[in-house]
């Protein structure tokens, strides 16, 4: 996961920097709204937003809509409109698990759950990087017409995970889809942040 | 072309009257670069021993280990303690670092049909080991950057190993993992041949494996590498095998096969690669494993569930219907397996047929009330009450 961040650091800067944010954002690309924590700094490429308060390699909450019908990097399967929570959660699985530079993973949860009224699911998992740092991810996901939307929650799983837990609840309980939201009653969106 | 392949390989069967012979010196890890490559080695290996990527079985890993101390001399063993390892990995690979530790994927291992197959791979492995070519990969670039871009460069058209490359160090052991230069492979295709010869095994099965696998690649179009180097050389490399036979073993045709033997040692990992082949979404080769265990093992529900889970998860036209079969088959040999009930009540509530839905659900959490999707099945059967 660490090269990810990598290729972030290398690449993303050009086209789309970090700017440091707070409150609610609109993310048009993406369809979604989510009220960002004060002081956290923010990245919104055509792929995903991430945020982080300490930096990526200790914490992070990324946020995506995924066509379904988008290929995974390390299994072949795809998600389906049909499809269970579950049977996608199975696939998020299949997926980190089939990449080998992901060690001893390990899940600690998996359950059904709703998200801003979506059916849903959320995965509690940990594994290590090759230098042996333990990271925990709370993994929330669900299909709605053509998208796959998940938001998660990845640091390190000593002290970094609890001291943002109660953020990221913040931010997930935030979220929300534009559509779903028509005019969008009650929230506030940030002008200044909609440039992007 | 071919002429010069085949003087290429005269000249290695010539150089090789000694298949096992350490080409460099008689103590191995005795100059720098390589009491280097060994720690380097060795840190990496630690790695992966703690990854949780290794596939725990001592008794086949006692197997892999007696046939590879078959092929090779007292002397040698002496001097590069040969260990076998397995890697729960669905890819076509196999890997020696310099200091003697092979690692073999499941993935290769359960498409395997005998022990001489099997000897053929650790006879190639083991040459890298035995003829430096990790020292001499290195001793070939002139600097570490040089070295890591021939090699990074070559990785870049893979999947699925690429990343555990990565999880490796920089030097001498990637080229281990991601291939070694085309002399130093037809160098080990050609020794491994003989040491297989050497110990009675039929080196005609390394032709058999050869061509095995590369039917395999390119039925499921996999893009990955590959024991033998990637698809584009594979052609080259099975012509090589087949003048190389004809030209040394052509009347020794008969030789140890071990068929029996091997099928029993490796039946748990032929099944075990297959959920790995259906978790990396590769369902004709998961198909196949399941397939090929059901004739080790005909009466193993287990094995039924599997296929069950290929079609449903699949979910071509038709396949539900087929996925229900299969699971009814494995609750007909184990009727206390909850899973298969778990999922015939999806293919039920998917259909709307919520009351046979709540029938197989019901009978899946009264076989495993603490099941770790418990919370997915109790939201199933509130529903199928709605």
Sequence with gaps: MKKFFLIFL???????????????YESLPHNFYVNIPQGWMMLDTD?????????????????????????????????????LPQEAADVIIDEITSDQSVLNFEIIENAPTRINGHDGFRVVFTYKNRDGLKLKTIYHGFLADESFY??????????????????????????????????CPGIRISQTMRAN | MRYILLILMLCFAAACSTPAKLPLATDNAGVDDEKRLWQRSEDEQKVLTQSGLIYRDDQLDDYLNQVARKLQPPEILEHIPFKIMVIKSPYLNAFAFPNGVIYIHTGILARMDNEAQLAALLGHEMTHCTHRHALKTLRHFKSKSDFLVG????????????????????????????????DLETEADLVGLQLMAKAGYDPNEALRLFEHLKRELEEENIQEPFFFGCHPRLQERVENCKNFLKTRYQKEETGIKNT??????????ILD???????????????????????????????????????????????????????????SLD????????????????????TLAKKSFGQCLSLSPHRADKAYIVGYLKKCNQ
């Design chain 2, 273 to 331: 690669n297959a959920w790995l082949d259906l978790k990396a979404g590769r369902f004709h080769s998961a198909q196949r494993g399941a397939e090929k265990y059901l004739k080790i093992e005909p009466n193993d529900a287990g094995v039924y569930y599997l296929l069950g889970e290929v079609f449903r998860q699949r979910a071509k036209a038709d396949d539900m219907h087929k996925a229900k079969a299969y699971y009814e088959k494995a609750i």
């Design chain 2, 335 to 354: 009727p206390f397996y909850p899973d298969p009930h778990k999922a015939i009540g999806l293919i039920y509530y998917k259909d709307g047929e919520k």
């Design chain 1, 47 to 83: 792929r995903y937003l991430l945020i982080s308060g300490d930096g990526p390699f200790l914490q992070y909450v990324l946020i995506q809509d995924r066509p379904i019908d988008r290929p995974f990097r390390n299994t072949k399967k795809k998600f389906n409109r049909l499809m």
């Design chain 1, 10 to 24: 290398l690449f993303i800067p050009a086209c789309a920097p970090w700017i440091e944010t707070g409150g609610s």
């Design chain 2, 260 to 269: 029996g033997v091997f099928l029993t040692k490796m039946h748990k990992v």
């Design chain 2, 151 to 182: 090699v990074q460069g070559s990785l870049i058209q893979f999947s699925g190993i690429g990343n555990l490359v990565n999880q490796l160090g920089a030097l001498g052991s990637k080229a281990a993992v991601s291939g070694y230069r085309r």
């Design chain 1, 150 to 183: 998940n938001i998660r929650y990845t640091a390190v799983n000593r002290y970094y995970f609890e001291k943002d837990i109660k953020t990221f609840r913040k931010v997930l309980e935030s979220f929300r889809l534009v559509e779903d939201e028509g005019n």
